[in-house]
């Protein structure tokens, strides 16, 4: 059983289009972030939500809105695609606080033609 | 291994030789660490941690050490094996602080056999 899973694994599609990538955690987990992983590799937290209620989002553009419908889904749907949100964007989820356990997905590359 | 410019840092080394893989972490607030392995295709996978309190954590092949000083840690595997090539990441949390991962600019790992 896979513990972070994403969907899907490959997106592509055009500037201006509405996409969605769904994740799911089977961990019992109570907060779920999700990261973006630029060309460079670099990986930076977008959002987190705790029992579906956001604690954290790092100014990231408002056509990226996170939705939790459950404490064991985030799901994370993008508005207006541009070309610069080609990336891998990974979910996350912990229980607990950081230090106790933090498990990734094996990540959605998004790419905008 | 730390970070100048645009371009990922690599370290190529021997199958059977020691890998030392360094970062610079951003926060002296920062009280625990991380280091993850990400090999293609996959998400970031724990390898280690280390809390502020301590200065070196070994595990299996794998030891880090923490300069709170300077800001520093590094990674040292043991005897690096072919399955040891990856890109490998340092991160950052402030306990009682946000729950997000900061993550340090990576470093990819060649063995060659």
């Known amino acids: 059983d896979t513990a972070v899973s994403q969907t899907p694994k490959y997106l592509v599609t055009q500037m201006g289009n509405d996409k969605s990538i769904k994740c799911e955690q089977n961990?019992?987990?109570?907060?779920m972030y999700w990261y973006k992983q630029d060309s460079k590799k670099f990986l930076k937290i977008m959002f987190s939500?705790?029992?579906?209620?956001?604690?954290i989002n790092e100014t990231v553009p408002n056509r990226f809105s996170p939705k939790s419908p459950d404490k064991a889904h985030l799901n994370l749907h993008i508005n207006s695609l541009e070309l610069g949100d080609s990336a891998v964007y990974f979910c996350?989820?912990?229980?607990?606080?950081?230090?106790?356990?933090?498990?990734f997905g094996s990540g959605t590359r998004l790419t905008v033609v | 291994g730390e970070s100048v410019g645009l371009h990922l840092p690599t370290l190529s080394v021997q199958e059977g030789d020691n890998s030392i893989i360094n970062c610079a972490y951003s926060?002296?607030?920062?009280?625990?660490f991380i280091w993850y392995k990400q090999e293609s295709g996959k998400g970031p996978q724990f390898i280690i941690d280390?809390?502020?309190?301590?200065d070196k954590r070994q595990g299996q092949r794998v030891t880090v050490l923490l300069n709170k000083t300077v800001k520093h840690l590094s990674l040292q595997i043991a005897a690096t094996q072919p399955g040891d090539s990856a890109v490998y990441f340092c991160?950052?949390?402030?306990?009682?602080?946000?729950?997000?991962?900061?993550f340090g600019k990576g470093t990819k790992l060649t063995v060659n056999p």
């Open positions: 996350a989820s912990s229980q607990g606080g950081i230090p106790y356990g933090y498990t």
């Open positions: 961990l019992g987990h109570d907060t």
């Open positions: 939500y705790n029992n579906k209620e956001l604690i």
């Open positions: 926060n002296s607030a920062s009280d625990y």
């Open positions: 280390i809390r502020s309190n301590m």
């Open positions: 991160a950052e949390n402030k306990a009682g602080g946000s729950e997000k991962l900061v």
